[in-house]
């Protein structure tokens, strides 16, 4: 079973930068495409950023520009650089793993981390 340790969340104000890790369990992490998603108070869980095995990246548009999701293989580690961070931004953020031969970030196909508060203040 991998087991994906997040680290780096916190409390700061709207403006400000956070950088989130998330540590892999696994050897395999070069291969397999990583995500970031985050849930708001009363929201669904939303996908915020993914990285593919190639390091393609992709961003829901209310990140883009702000954040930067990166991996480094040799640590097993993925990151998401969050930077002019908004009230908005509040939420518990995840790391996610999509299984091997999946197609899509879905259900079933995802392995989890545990979950780091973010709260951004006005």
């Known amino acids: 079973q991998v087991q994906l340790v997040v680290s780096g969340g916190g409390l700061l104000q709207a403006g400000g930068s956070l950088r989130l890790s998330c540590v892999a369990s696994?050897?395999?992490?070069?291969?397999?495409?990583m995500g970031w998603y985050r849930q708001a108070l009363g929201k669904q869980r939303e996908l915020v950023a993914t990285?593919?095995?190639?390091?393609?990246?992709n961003y829901v548009d209310s990140v883009k520009e702000r954040f930067a999701i990166s991996r480094d293989n040799a640590k097993k580690t993925v990151y998401l650089q969050m930077n002019s961070l908004k009230p908005e931004d509040t939420a518990v953020y995840y790391c996610?793993?999509?299984?091997?031969?999946?197609?899509?970030?879905?259900?079933?196909?995802?392995?989890w981390g545990q979950g780091t508060q973010v709260t951004v203040s006005s």
């Open positions: 996610a793993m999509r299984k091997l031969n999946t197609l899509s970030w879905s259900g079933d196909n995802i392995y």
């Open positions: 696994t050897t395999v992490l070069s291969i397999v495409d």
């Open positions: 990285i593919s095995s190639g390091g393609r990246t």
